[in-house]
């Protein structure tokens, strides 16, 4: 997996991560927000690198909130490329900040830190978690999709249904064990997977 991460293009490690973040929708629903900064050695082409990102701005327009983009030039740290990256960075980092107004509820830290500690099996449908959810920390009902979502964000699930989720869907629980079955998948042959594998 190493070395394919390493044959990938800049392009093609931008859209692994594009792709990965418009697949998160935040607690109020809004899209991600995204500042896209390019960094060269060797002068800017400007011209070049929007050429080259565009499609990708075009794929993910209606799923991210892009609000930059910056072409810097690694050799010229005072220029007004920079001052402008800095201040337009500032501003918007200040602007997320205001924007988080809600304390995470006492009941959602009690939820983390059971998946975290308690021993539960990799994976659960989405009804067998709201019955742990309200036993374990008193999560009602109509708030577990929150609560997915607020640990979907945290890295201590992961749930790729959101609301079209049904009592069947599966949210999982040991990333590891998930991490170990993709790889598995992944490593099968068409032709001739083993008695193993996942498919």
Known sequence: EQQALRAMTNR??????????????????????????GT??????????????????????DSLD????????????????????RNGF?????????????????????????????????????????????EVAEVQRPHVGSLLRYLHHNNVVRFFHGESSTPDSLVYLGLPWLLE????LLSCTLKRPPPDCPL
């Open 181 to 184: 079955k993709v790889c598995e």
């Open 90 to 134: 500032a501003d918007l980092i200040q602007e997320c900040v205001d924007n988080v107004s809600q304390e995470t509820p006492l009941s959602f830290l009690k939820s983390e830190w059971a998946i975290q500690n308690c021993g539960l099996p990799p994976f659960l449908s989405v009804s067998e978690f709201s019955r742990l959810a309200e």
């Open 40 to 61: 060269f050695a060797l002068g800017v082409d400007i011209i070049a690198a929007e050429e080259n990102l565009q499609p990708l701005l075009e794929l993910f327009k």
């Open 12 to 37: 093609q490690h931008l859209n692994l991560w594009l792709s990965t973040l418009s697949a998160m929708e935040t607690e109020s629903g809004k899209r991600p927000i995204v500042v896209i900064i």
């Open 66 to 85: 892009i609000r930059g983009r910056y072409y810097l030039d690694n050799s010229k740290p005072t220029s007004k490329e920079m001052f402008n990256f």
